[in-house]
């Protein structure tokens, strides 16, 4: 499978994908270090280079991502797919905190996230950090009902929700980890973030 991406098919998703990465919208512009190539269906496992199958993506979410195709959503333990940029709609699951620093659902969940920051901070993959997480949430740290919801169905507040698509990106590609967090912040001060569009 041919490593190699020609000039005409990289204008093309970066003119598609606006200088920017597909999967936490960090923008060229902002960090100062150029997009990497992403093939949302790894080489490694058949993915084939072409616009379909290849996205901006910034290094972090890049390296995080690695060749994974899944990952377990935190809140449920089960293994899915991970966001697809190509096939799916960045808003219909993810969507920013009202002061825009990190990627989250509509109305959030302090405590979810709490928690869901420290397994970024400990390392998810470790799969005791995961079983100890349930075991938390089993011993009555209650979350609002609305993070248990399916992908799509509001409670009767009218929220929306993130999917475990959603959940299941944010946590493997660290997409809310310490540096980034820091950095939209101060993006947001500068009137440069989040993209509007
Ligand atoms: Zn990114």
């Known amino acids: ?13 970066s003119a598609s ?12 512009a902002n960090s100062g270090i150029p997009m990497t190539h992403d093939h949302i269906q790894p080489r490694s496992k ?8 290849l996205c901006l993506a910034c290094r972090s979410c890049n390296e995080f991502k690695a060749d994974s ?13 991970l966001f697809n940029p190509r096939t799916q709609r960045w808003s219909d699951h993810f969507n920013w905190s009202s002061d825009a620093t990190r990627v989250e659902d509509l109305t959030g969940s302090i405590l979810f996230w709490r928690i869901a920051l420290r397994l ?10 995961l079983r100890g997480f349930q075991r938390v949430r089993a011993g009555g740290l209650r979350l609002c009902s609305r993070d248990f919801q399916s992908p799509g169905v509001s409670s ?17 590609l660290r997409m809310n980890n310490q540096v980034i967090v820091v950095a939209r912040r101060r993006w947001t001060i500068s009137g440069w973030h989040p993209p509007i569009n």
């Open 1 to 13: 499978m041919s490593k190699y991406i020609p000039d005409i098919l990289k204008n093309q998703i």
């Open 17 to 28: 994908d606006k200088g920017r990465c597909c999967y936490c919208l960090t923008t060229e």
């Open 46 to 53: 058949g993915g084939e280079t072409t616009f379909e199958n």
């Open 69 to 81: 195709t899944e990952a377990i959503d935190p809140l449920t333990g089960e293994t899915t797919l």
């Open 120 to 129: 970024e901070v400990w390392g998810y993959t470790n799969k005791t950090r």
């Open 156 to 172: 009767k507040s009218g929220c929306s929700h993130l999917t475990t698509i959603g959940r299941a990106t944010i946590v493997c």
